[in-house]
Nanobody
């Protein structure tokens, strides 16, 4: 059973930075995409950023502030988050989707809190 292990969350002041990391516990040979999603209290889980052989995709709310790297060949994905805002506060989840079955693995989630 593949597990996604996340790290890097925490408490940061507005304008600060954090870097999230996610690694798969076993090699997966056919990955469609890896990415990050987030869920704030009382809200639905939403896409933050994804990376695949086709490129990188970002939510409009994080464009220019967040950068996703890593991806398929490494079974590892990172999210560099700069200029953080209070509205970025959420539990961030790592995602890995396989090819061609589109099976989705999820990490356990890591809390990011942006507050002064």
């Amino acid at each position: 059973q593949v597990q996604l292990v996340e790290s890097g969350g925490g408490l940061v002041q507005p304008g600060g930075s954090l870097r999230l990391s996610c690694a798969a516990s076993a090699n997966i040979f056919s990955i469609s995409a890896m990415g990050w999603y987030r869920q704030a209290p009382g809200k639905q889980r939403e896409l933050v950023a994804t990376i695949s052989s086709g490129g990188k995709n970002y939510a409009d709310s994080v464009k220019g502030r967040f950068t996703i790297s890593g991806g398929n060949a490494e079974n590892t994905v990172y999210l560099q988050m700069n200029s953080l805002k209070p509205e970025d506060t959420a539990v961030y989840y790592c995602n890995l989707t396989t090819f061609p079955t589109d099976y989705a693995y999820w990490g356990q989630g890591t809390q990011v809190t942006v507050s002064s």
